[in-house]
């Protein structure tokens, strides 16, 4: 059993700050936990407006507080985002992040991710990065 609490977790450097100051996320589960998916928690700051495209992973992320909106770029369809939504990339879909409010959001990637990702210019995960323990 795999049990994990944020304090630790931060404490373990899993606590990731986007090097853009738009969100953080604190990995509570990642590939080295061998679960075929990894669990996070990350904060979208008010204010956050930035691109991603993650080509190499799908996510579904669930809105536990604020607000904000997400924007699909193939059609400009915007989805609003409050207390109790998933959304769910499972097209790879490129999309506009919005936060209107601090938003708590919890994060599942499928592949895992190896703890340290940050976007790439291309606003998608590398699939080989570097790990917490590294």
Not at 51 to 74: D, F, K, P, R, W
Not at 75 to 103: C, N, V, W
């Amino acid at each position: 059993m795999i049990v994990r609490n944020m304090i630790q977790a931060e404490q373990q450097g899993r606590k990731i700050m986007s090097p853009d100051g738009n969100w953080d996320s604190t990995r509570l589960l990642l590939k080295e936990d061998q679960m075929g998916f990894s669990f996070h928690i990350t904060t979208i700051y008010k204010g956050a407006d930035f691109q991603m495209h993650y080509q190499n992973h799908l996510e579904s992320v669930y809105c536990i507080s604020g607000e904000g909106e997400v924007e699909t770029l193939a059609d400009g369809q915007k989805y609003p985002i409050a207390p109790g939504t998933l959304y769910i990339l499972d097209k790879h879909d490129k999309h506009i992040l919005r936060g209107f409010s601090e938003m708590k959001m919890a994060c599942v990637f499928n592949p895992p991710l190896n703890g340290k990702e940050v976007h790439n210019p291309d606003g998608a995960y590398e699939l080989e990065a570097e790990s917490i323990d590294q």
